[in-house]
């Protein structure tokens, strides 16, 4: 599964069989906001929203951002996988 950041939309995105799935973020100089993920109905159950959200945390980290997570979605998988 290829996650693409769209930073025009400020979200991250995948698509698979026609569906795209996405997590939207606001990111400052500061911080990462990871706001909301989206998920379309033929897609769930196939780890789709975990890899928008991992691929998320990689890049908020890798700039060094202070990560902010007001998604609850987000919220589950980092209480699942601490980092």
């Given amino acids: 599964m290829l996650v693409s950041d769209n930073p025009a939309l400020k979200r991250f995105e995948l698509t698979v069989d026609g569906h795209t799935a ?9 911080t990462f906001t990871l706001v909301h993920t989206e998920v379309p109905e033929p897609l769930r159950g196939r ?11 990689e890049v908020g980290r890798a700039a060094g951002l202070r990560i902010i997570v007001v998604c609850p979605f987000a919220r589950a998988y980092l209480r699942k996988h601490p980092a």
């Fill in 22 to 30: 996405y997590l939207a973020y606001e990111r400052t100089d500061k």
């Fill in 47 to 57: 780890h789709i929203g975990e890899a928008l959200v991992k691929a998320a945390l």
